[in-house]
């Protein structure tokens, strides 16, 4: 057993199949090319099943039938060429057939009761016209396809939440991805010829630096995520002074496609942002780093003090698309909660100023200080540039922004007072409106930062702490 997973000796001695094993994931095995029969003995008990890291490519007929309870199903890493007939399988909601070099999808494959389909990093040209038979869609991961287009039937997904469409060949975008939708609003599309196009008229801002990689000296790992590695270094800004150094973080990414895009967009979205005061700030970007050709190189950073803590946690396969939120994120001041979305909102602003869509604006992408009622917005993984035509971005993004704000009511403590109470009926009423299902009646991030600020009234305006009595 290795991560909880089994070896096929495990399953094939029989030692499993009285167990009543709900989930069962077996350990690479890329000589596996025949779905193994055992696996039906562990019967009705069985909701996840993940056999990623093999050599499949087909599933028998009888995969329905002896599996009818399976609600998660892992085939990442495969050889499936064609998506498998899953249409009968009546509880299947999350199927990942993640890097399968897979050219097609055919009609009437997909579960009904679908909520989660990854197919990133894959060769499909076309969606199928029954994609709009699944009513629960609800995040949909196609970034790395072939897709030039997406058929109409997909506005039958009322429930669509999240969308990546990263890295496909998109010269033009669907209109009615900007207001077919009602909760459509984490989306990316970095990396298509629109969105290349789109970045050639940006310049980036003044002042970015070359940081050269033997100039950094990197101490721990601050964090890891799909897109990169962020450490803790410091930082010798002058080759002849040695004694001066500065603490930093450096993000270095790791060489392949994620789920959200490609690492090069995303290093082109952070440093196109450029400057705000609720974003982490870019000083440059790594170079002379010769560390083999998988690396897409990487970004310097301001070090965010560890006062700043990650405003809630990533959503889970049961969440889906909502973030997670313990005791410790709880009990912000809902003044202070106020003054960080007003942050948080200002920069959206900032970055659709610029045209770029952030495509990830939640609460575990936002690092904040409760006492300083400041947060600071990071990874770009889901950046995209866009032009004119995607200009309907904003308004999607702006839904990001409502759910945010419920997030962040759930954090804050109750009982304060008459004037508390009224803000969080401004927040309520504002999310609200973030998340109006008619997408275009939706506020623009510069109203929501004005809201915002008049939520504040006076005290917004104050950059001086109040005095203590
Ligand atoms: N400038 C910084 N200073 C301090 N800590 C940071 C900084 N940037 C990132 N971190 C830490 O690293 C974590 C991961 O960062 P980030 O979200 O950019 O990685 P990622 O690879 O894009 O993750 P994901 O899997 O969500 O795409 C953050 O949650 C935070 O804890």
């Given at each position: 057993m290795n991560d909880d997973a089994y070896d096929l000796e495990a399953l094939q001695n029989g030692s499993l199949a009285s167990s009543n094993l709900t989930k069962f994931k077996l350990t690479p095995t890329p000589s596996l090319t025949v779905f193994p029969d055992e696996i039906f003995s562990l019967g009705p008990s069985l909701t996840h099943l993940d056999l990623s890291n093999t050599s499949l490519s087909s599933l028998p007929s009888r995969f329905s039938t002896h599996l009818p309870n399976l609600k998660i199903l892992f085939l990442s890493n495969c050889a499936f060429s064609t998506f498998p007939d899953l249409s009968s399988c009546p509880n299947?909601?999350?199927?990942?057939?993640?890097?399968?070099?897979?050219?097609?999808?055919?009609?009437?494959?997909?579960?009904?009761?679908?909520r989660w389909l990854i197919l990133t990093d894959n060769a499909i040209p076309s969606l199928p016209t029954s994609i709009g038979n699944c009513p629960n869609l609800e995040k949909c991961l196609l970034a790395g396809n072939n897709l030039s287009t997406l058929p109409s039937s997909l506005t039958s997904c009322q429930n669509l939440t999240l969308l990546r469409l990263s890295?496909?060949?998109?010269?033009?975008?669907?209109?009615?991805?900007?207001?077919?939708?009602?909760?459509?609003?984490?989306?990316?599309?970095?990396?298509?010829?629109?969105?290349?196009?789109?970045?050639?008229?940006?310049?980036?801002?003044?002042?970015?630096?070359?940081?050269?990689?033997?100039?950094?000296?990197?101490?721990?790992?601050?964090?890891?995520?799909?897109?990169?590695?962020?450490?803790?270094?410091?930082?010798?800004?002058?080759?002849?002074?040695?004694d001066y150094t500065e603490p930093v973080a450096v993000k270095m990414f790791k060489g392949h496609l994620t789920s959200d895009g490609r690492p090069e967009d995303e290093l082109?979205?952070?440093?196109?942002?450029?400057?705000?005061?609720?974003?982490?700030?870019?000083?440059?970007?790594?170079?002379?780093?010769?560390?083999?050709?998988?690396?897409?190189?990487?970004?310097?950073?301001?070090?965010?003090?560890?006062?700043?803590?990650?405003?809630?946690?990533?959503?889970?396969?049961?969440?889906?698309?909502?973030?997670?939120?313990?005791?410790?994120?709880?009990?912000?001041?809902?003044?202070?909660?106020?003054?960080?979305?007003?942050?948080?909102?200002?920069?959206?602003?900032?970055?659709?100023?610029?045209?770029?869509s952030h495509g990830d604006l939640y609460a575990h992408n936002v690092l904040a200080s409760r006492e300083d009622g400041h947060g600071v917005l990071g990874d770009f993984g889901a950046g995209s540039i866009y032009g004119e035509e995607e200009d309907g971005v904003e308004r999607l993004e702006v839904a990001a922004f409502g759910r945010l704000i419920?997030?962040?009511?759930?954090?804050?403590?109750?009982?304060?007072?008459?004037?508390?109470?009224?803000?969080?009926?401004?927040?309520?009423?504002?999310?609200?409106?973030?998340?109006?299902?008619?997408?275009?009646?939706?506020?623009?991030?510069?109203?929501?930062?004005?809201?915002?600020?008049?939520?504040?009234?006076?005290?917004?305006?104050?950059?001086i702490p109040e005095v203590p009595n």
């Open positions: 299947l909601e999350m199927v990942a057939f993640r890097h399968n070099n897979m050219t097609s999808l055919p009609e009437n494959h997909l579960p009904p009761k679908l890295a496909n060949n998109f010269t033009t975008l669907p209109k009615f991805l900007f207001s077919a939708f009602p909760k459509l609003c984490y989306f990316s599309f970095g990396g298509n010829p629109c969105s290349v196009s789109s970045r050639a008229k940006h310049k980036l801002p003044f002042g970015l630096l070359d940081i050269p990689y033997p100039s950094l000296t990197i101490e721990s790992t601050l964090g890891q995520g799909a897109s990169g590695v962020i450490s803790l270094a410091s930082w010798q800004p002058s080759p002849d002074n040695s082109e979205a952070v440093l196109l942002a450029g400057s705000h005061e609720s974003l982490i700030g870019v000083l440059g970007k790594v170079t002379e780093y010769h560390h083999g050709s998988d690396s897409k190189g990487g970004i310097v950073m301001q070090l965010i003090p560890d006062t700043y803590k990650v405003l809630g946690l990533p959503p889970d396969l049961e969440t889906c698309t909502r973030d997670r939120f313990t005791d410790e994120h709880k009990g912000w001041e809902v003044g202070k909660a106020v003054e960080m979305l007003t942050g948080i909102a200002s920069a959206a602003e900032h970055l659709h100023q610029k045209r770029i419920g997030d962040v009511l759930g954090l804050v403590g109750d009982g304060e007072g008459e004037e508390g109470r009224t803000m969080k009926k401004g927040l309520e009423e504002l999310r609200e409106r973030c998340e109006g299902v008619v997408v275009e009646e939706r506020p623009d991030f510069e109203e929501v930062v004005e809201q915002l600020r008049g939520m504040l009234g006076w005290r917004g305006m104050m950059r």
